[in-house]
T-cell receptor
Framework: NAGVTQTPKFRILKIGQSMTLQCAQD?????MYWYRQDPGMGLKLIYY???????DKGEVPNGYNVSRSTTEDFPLRLELAAPSQTSVYFC???????????FGSGTRLTVV | AQSVTQPDIHITVSEGASLELRCNYS??????LFWYVQSPGQGLQLLLK??????LVQGIKGFEAEFKRSQSSFNLRKPSVHWSDAAEYFC???????????FGRGTSLIVHP
């Protein structure tokens, strides 16, 4: 059971570069989420999706974009990377609301 | 708006001792409540959840939590801690009309041999 797969696990970006964080789930979950985790700050929601073709902003969407063309995939795009985007990024999925999440193992991103 | 407070940033216990991690929430109606565990370098794993019914819920890894409406609390407990329980623990609350949980800032559990 793969669950939620995130790639890459680690990445170093230079200021101004762009990249896509990949997230895929094989559980046929409708709901998918992107969070960032900073030390001592818990989890902040970036974007979420309740199904293919539907996305919405979370608490901290600035500097990020998402798309959801299939049920399985929910990539997160960083445009013009900034040092403030240095963080650990987690993708999560859920079959429905109020059910609890399955998390990926995270992508540790450093912007220098 | 819903909110979650985990009052303890760090908790240190000896192996074999009992454990209680505190979680208080703010929400008008009966919430959906969750506890997650995060081992170093890993994603979060769901330990247990409360939706309704019996206020004492059992989870994985020998953990349990009790929902107390009068105290707006959902504390996590384990009768005997193992060294492998050392991790970060997050409480989360979700309202019935939303599918976006609010997470607490986490409690770091340190286990001494």
């Amino acid at each position: 059971n793969a669950g939620v797969t995130q790639t890459p696990k680690f990445r170093i970006l230079k200021i101004g570069q762009s990249m896509t964080l990949q997230c895929a789930q094989d559980m046929n979950h409708n709901y998918m989420y992107w969070y960032r985790q900073d030390p001592g700050m818990g989890l902040k929601l970036i974007y979420y999706s309740v199904g293919a073709g539907i996305t919405d902003k979370g608490e901290v969407p600035n500097g990020y974009n998402v798309s959801r063309s299939t049920t399985e995939d929910f990539p997160l795009r960083l445009e013009l990377a900034a040092p403030s985007q240095t963080s650990v990024y987690f993708c999560a999925s859920s079959p429905q609301g109020n059910y609890g999440y399955t998390f990926g193992s995270g992508t540790r991103l450093t912007v220098v | 708006a819903q909110s979650v407070t985990q009052p303890d940033i760090h908790i240190t216990v000896s192996e074999g001792a009992s454990l209680e991690l505190r979680c208080n929430y703010s929400y008008g109606a009966t919430p959906y409540l969750f506890w997650y565990v995060q081992s170093p370098g890993q994603g979060l794993q769901l330990l247990l959840k409360y939706f309704s019914g019996d206020t004492l819920v059992q989870g994985i890894k020998g953990f349990e939590a009790e929902f107390k409406r009068s105290q707006s609390s959902f504390n996590l407990r384990k009768p005997s801690v193992h060294w492998s329980d050392a991790a970060e623990y997050f409480c989360a609350v979700e309202s019935g009309g939303s599918y976006i949980p609010t997470f607490g800032r986490g409690t770091s559990l340190i286990v001494h041999p």
